[in-house]
């Protein structure tokens, strides 16, 4: 029986004025990413990935649709193969005061669709790809 590990988060999206807007992060080891972290006991997946973009990047986020799950294995000094599943959601931003979590990640900003979509390609990590042109696909943009 594989150990089992269960994170969530989120591709967050804002409109300033009509600009529509995509909020990357810059992990810790310099990469393009989406703020997310692991499910914590009595917490929902939902839950989980609202309460790691706050914790990340400050956003208050409403969930406006799943928008996939990333799955794969990893081995883990202790557990040995671990079977990791990343729940991703189209989350819209509501408030809050934009801030990284300097422990966690090196930056959080918004970009405009296209060049989130840019940074993705040139820094992010490839299995986040479909993650965030299925988001942008559900925003009505297509990149």
């Known amino acids: 029986m594989n150990h089992k590990e269960i994170s969530a988060g989120g591709v967050v999206y804002r409109y300033n004025g009509d600009q529509l807007q ?3 992060i810059k992990d810790r080891y310099g990469k393009m990413s989406f703020a997310k972290g692991k499910q914590e006991p009595g917490e929902s997946v939902e839950e ?4 790691e973009i706050v914790e990340e ?9 799943p928008i996939d799950i990333i799955a794969y294995q990893y081995q883990h000094p202790t557990y040995g193969t671990v079977d990791k599943e990343v729940h991703y959601y189209l989350v819209k931003s509501e408030g809050g005061e934009l801030r990284p979590q300097v422990e966690e990640i090196r930056d959080v900003e918004w970009y405009a669709p296209l ?9 992010g990590y490839d299995n986040n790809d479909f993650i965030l ?3 942008l696909h559900l925003l009505g943009i297509e990149a």
């Open 22 to 24: 995509i909020q990357l």
């Open 48 to 51: 989980t990935a609202l309460r």
């Open 115 to 123: 060049e989130a979509w840019e940074k993705q390609q040139t820094a």
């Open 133 to 135: 042109q299925k988001a």
């Open 57 to 65: 990047t400050g956003i208050v986020g409403v969930i406006m649709q």
